[in-house]
């Protein structure tokens, strides 16, 4: 039996790659239950062609080059088990996520997937001063400002992407 791949297939078979874009934008305006229930799918499905569609626009996106970044964790579940959240802050948006914990290593993973010539342009990192954090950014963009967030103008900045120091937003413009 011999298989072929056609192109305007997503990776469900059953469904076209229109239809999982078609499905990724509505969820940009609404629950994935209520995509569901409006196109009587599955939620296992919504979500995937969901997943699908994010990964066509970060592949579209290309890789960033942020000015001004901000650094923070989100707990995964119970039993202190976190990853970490690096936003843009001059664009207002996630740019990686990951790492296995909160340690230097994982933090210098988002160095390594941003590249040397990426993070010598970094101009201002904001982060709670954990130390792995503040470590990792010292030594893998020494240039950066290392800023500590006053509660007003922060208010989960790195976890959201969408709330910017005032005083640092203009940097690299």
Not at 21 to 36: E, F, L, M, N, S
Not at 135 to 160: D, F, I, K, L, M
Request: some cysteine; proline content about 5%; hydrophobic content about 35%.
């Amino acid at each position: 039996m011999k298989r072929e791949r056609l192109d305007f297939l997503a990776d469900n078979p059953l469904d076209t790659k229109r239809f999982a874009h078609y499905v990724g934008q509505r969820c940009r305006q609404a629950t994935i239950k209520d995509i569901a229930e409006e196109l009587k799918l599955d939620w296992d499905t919504v979500k995937t062609l969901e997943k699908q569609y994010m990964q066509a626009q970060l592949a579209r996106a290309g890789r960033p080059g942020p000015k001004a970044i901000g650094i923070d964790e989100i707990s995964i579940r119970k039993g202190h088990s976190y990853r970490i959240v690096v936003s843009d802050l001059i664009r207002r948006r996630p740019v990686w996520f990951g790492g296995e914990d909160r340690s230097e290593a994982s933090m210098a993973q988002f160095y390594d997937w941003l590249g040397p010539k990426k993070s010598r342009g970094i101009r201002l990192a904001v982060m709670d001063m954990w130390k792995p954090f503040r470590n990792t950014t010292r030594e893998r963009a020494p240039q950066a400002a290392v800023r500590r967030p006053r509660a007003t103008e922060w208010s989960g900045a790195a976890r959201s992407g969408h709330a910017a120091p005032t005083h640092d937003h203009r940097i690299g413009q």
